[in-house]
């Protein structure tokens, strides 16, 4: 201590005990660190949440990473998706397809908010054909028991498999599923309240009241899918009603059916027609083998009166039809084993799907919407959130004049 | 006095660490392997005795998921697929219902990816 001290002196040791002491002590106080009382003038350490005290944590091992509180007050999350797409005869066409940002909040363990805000093809400007901005989805989820929980805000609609999965890692193909963009809109989004729960054994619903489609901007074409309302201009006259249930009790198998109900006429008057959908979809992977698969059938009542009020406001025939039917299966494999940590999926999907799959007596379907594809193409994943994909498409029509060509598609999509 | 008081606080500690030491390296009372997929945990209920040692192994099935039993403090990222797994020791102390979910944002559906243990 000496040597350390160069102010230290050994008390005299002609000095009585007590003394010496009294003079080690003083010593002491003076090399000591700051007294108690600054000690407790700083901010107290944050006391660490009380584990609840029914379970108690032992310990956490494995591939993980502790999650910070950051993550667990839900940050910014999002998906992108770049497409090149060429049609037979044209060019590669360029399109940065979706940039969409994901935010959420808990403002506690029982109320969670969610929202998905999107622009679509990169560029939005006043009064130009451009893309959109979109809220996709924003609500409130109150989270009461595992089986009965609240939700209201702008909702997505339960009814197949990618309007409430379309992160671009999690399908294949570049561009989505034709039946689950004409048959069944997407990405189908309305304003609207309801119950979500999980039922125990593998099973889960999502019930919904939401405002309803217009039947307007309904066309033989594109169905029913032009009719969403997106949040906008919407209305809850006739509110519609749409529900999932799925079954997820089984490893890596989901089944799922949907329905939609409702009345479309909100802005065609005197003419209120009835939407109803009824769907049914299933994935399966075993091993290094995946299948999914969807069926659709759509029904529209008082086609005829809405074909000719349409007529009347437009000049132009929309020769809506008064049931609609797609379907697809689509089988994959994993071209590598599990152990590279990188995954190149090839895929096919045959497609059947017709918009006017029946008409209103004094309409005729028309064959060019009767229409098949075959796609084809392979999903290299470097990471399981980054996507780059190449699909060729071989699209089909029952028409012998207007031939639909066919396609290549490349894409890009991550999520992060 | 002070001596005694000193030993048995070294034993108490001694105890507990040998306690927890032995919690973490005995064999689990019940293994449940959980996976995570957009957006479900799969089992979503899972049922446990009292006073049993659980160990879950977290997997999931495509993206990064969390881990997170609402104030139990355990809160753990689940590496994507591919990329290993995740596990997690408790040990069920008392009877109840403790609701899980996932804490890292993993699209549409994040909300509603949740579970619970009964424990009985």
């Known amino acids: 201590m000496g040597q350390l001290d160069p102010t230290f002196r050994r008390p005299d040791p002609s000095m009585a005990l007590a003394d010496r002491v009294r003079a080690l002590e003083q010593r002491m106080e003076q090399l000591l660190p700051a007294p108690v009382e600054t000690a407790a003038a700083a901010a107290p350490p944050p006391e660490p949440p009380a584990p609840a005290a029914g379970l108690q944590p032992v310990s956490i091992t494995g591939d993980f990473q502790r999650a910070d509180n950051g993550e667990t007050r839900l940050p910014v ?29 808990s403002f506690s363990d029982r109320i969670k908010f969610w929202s998905e805000f999107e622009l679509e ?31 209201a805000g702008m909702l997505l609609a339960p009814v197949g498999i990618v309007n409430e999965r379309h992160e671009p890692p999690s399908f ?31 099973f889960r619903y999502r019930a919904y009241l939401t405002s309803s489609l217009d039947a ?12 969403r309302s997106r949040g906008f201009e919407a209305s809850m006259r006739n509110p519609a009603t749409m529900g999932r249930l799925e079954f997820a009790g089984i490893r890596r198998l989901t089944l799922g059916g949907s329905f939609y109900t409702g009345h479309a006429g909100f802005n065609t008057p005197g003419v209120n ?12 992977s075993i091993r290094r083998f995946d299948i999914r698969g969807l069926f659709a059938h759509t029904w529209i009542t008082r086609t005829q009166d809405l074909n000719r009020l349409l007529t009347l406001q437009t000049g132009v025939n929309p020769n809506v039809a008064r049931q609609l039917r797609g379907y697809y299966v689509e089988p994959a494999f994993h071209l590598l084993p599990r152990r590279f940590g990188k995954d190149i999926i090839a895929f096919t999907r045959y497609e059947r799907f017709n918009t006017q799959h029946r008409m209103a007596p004094g309409y005729l379907a028309l064959p060019h919407f009767d229409r098949s594809a075959w796609v084809a193409g392979l999903t290299y ?36 | ?50 006073g049993q040692l659980v160990e879950f192994v977290l997997v999931s099935d495509d993206t990064d998921h969390g881990f997170r039993i609402a104030g139990a403090g355990i809160d753990v990222a689940i590496p994507p697929q591919g990329r290993g797994e995740a596990k997690v020791r408790f040990i069920a102390r008392e009877k109840g219902r403790f609701v899980f979910e996932c804490s890292r944002a993993c699209g ?12 009985k």
């Not at chain 1, 027609?273 to 399966?284: L, N, T, V």
């Open chain 1, 121 to 151: 093809h990169s560029l939005v400007e006043g009064g130009e054909p451009s893309g959109e901005i979109a809220l996709e989805q924003a609500y409130l989820d109150i989270l009461v028991k595992p089986y009965l929980n609240f939700r």
């Open chain 1, 381 to 416: 994943k470097p990471t399981p959130d980054v996507a780059l994909k190449f699909d060729y498409v071989f699209n089909r029509s029952r028409s012998t004049v207007l031939r639909p060509v066919d396609g290549i598609n490349l894409g890009l999509g991550w999520w992060f």
């Open chain 2, 1 to 50: 006095m002070v001596v005694l008081m000193r030993h048995a606080l070294t034993v108490l500690v001694l105890a507990g660490l040998l306690l927890a030491q032995t919690a973490e390296n005995r064999k689990p009372d019940r293994v449940v392997t959980i996976n995570a997929e957009r957006f479900a945990f799969s089992p979503s209920k899972i049922t446990v005795k009292q």
């Open chain 2, 108 to 119: 549409a559906g994040h909300n509603l990816m949740r579970g619970y243990i009964e424990v």
């Open chain 1, 216 to 227: 307007s901007r309904f066309s033989g074409e594109f169905g029913i899918s032009e009719g």
């Open chain 1, 172 to 202: 294949n193909g570049v561009e989505r599923p034709f039946v689950e963009t004409t048959i069944i809109p997407t990405t189908w989004r309305e304003l609207g309240a309801g119950l979500t729960g999980d039922l125990g054994r593998g």
């Open chain 1, 273 to 284: 027609p009835r939407i109803s959908i009824a769907e049914a979809d299933g994935r399966y």
């Open chain 1, 77 to 105: 999350a999002g998906y992108m998706d770049l497409h090149f797409n060429k049609e037979r005869g044209d060019s590669f066409r360029p399109d940065f397809h979706r940039f969409v940002l994901l935010f959420g909040h």
